[in-house]
């Protein structure tokens, strides 16, 4: 099969990335192989190539928001069948048996495995994952290019939600309005949660206020109408933290989203931290997967991407470092 491989971690720019006939993986028992459809391109996968996170395998092949098609299964397989769309995200594998595998928790398992990181991902033709790690998509009516980017953004983005502990009739803050806080506004509009979004842009002011948000705009230079019960901090930027939770109720959770930011000063302990919760999200786990694509149908999603051609993801990804995609969401097309 074609895959793009990874030996040496280097600049985007440089073109570390090389397109080479590589062995099919071979199916565990336990295991079904995907013929991948498309899989969509996340700015980690230029963190890894270039170095700002280690690199776990060599050579590896990146790429963690795969969509495809059941090819192979493993002679234990009980879920899955020949023929079936499915999914396969972040979380390749964990190791089942530690405190945390044992109570739902699989996102903090020692031996948490990052599909496209510790193991081969899908920037090639197929893929083999253990069925317990693999989303059944049969019941998505969705398009495999719209799914895509679910797979990250969508999940990550759920599973932070799902931190702040928002019910119905809660005042919900978002800072920031990239894809993951997109897909976070329409978990919050489905379940009755008032959204409340700071960021800095007018195209993304815009953007939350189009797609529903009760009110948007750059908190920094207006001050949002009312306090919140929740909120979340997408972009790396550990200068939002006190502003953040200055706007809290008491008893408010602030999630932190990013999985690095600068430094976070709170200057303020008695009106701005006590009597609050600060919470951070650490990769995912199979049920926020679960619950979020049971979800989907039901949201009202509006997602564009843009497509290119599987030889052309060394070039994708340097637009994607640029910023210089048409959509916010990029998705490279593997097969038909
Ligand atoms: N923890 C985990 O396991 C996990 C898993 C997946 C993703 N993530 C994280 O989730 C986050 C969301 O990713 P994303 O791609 O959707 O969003 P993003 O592009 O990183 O950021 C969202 C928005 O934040 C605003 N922003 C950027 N820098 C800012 C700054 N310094 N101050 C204020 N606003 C700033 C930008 O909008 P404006 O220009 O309009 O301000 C940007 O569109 C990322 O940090 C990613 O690392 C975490
Ligand atoms: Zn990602
Ligand atoms: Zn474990």
Known sequence: MRAWILEEQAKIETRPLKLEEVPLPHTGDDQVRIKVLVCGVCRTDIHIAEGDL??????????????????????NVKRFSIGDRAGVYWLYSSCKKCKYCLSQRENYCPYFKATGWDEDGGYAEYISVSEDYVLPLNHVQLEPDEIAPLMCPGIAGYA???LTEAQKGYKLGLYGFGPTAYFVLKVAEFMGIETYV???????IEGAKREGANWAADSSKEKMP????????FPPAGNLVEPALSQLEKGGTLVMAPVSASPIVINNYSENLWGHSIKSLYHVKRDDAEEFFNMVGSLNLNITTSQFPFEELQDVLILVKQGKTEQPNAVIKVAD
């Not at 280690?54 to 299964?73: Q, R, Y």
């Open 226 to 233: 009312c306090k919140l019960d929740a909120a979340i901090i």
């Open 160 to 162: 932070a939600f799902k």
């Open 198 to 204: 700071s960021t800095r842009s007018l195209k993304n």
């Open 54 to 75: 280690p690199l776990k395998k060599s050579p590896v092949v990146l790429g963690h928001e795969i969509v495809g098609v059941v090819d192979e299964v493993g002679k």
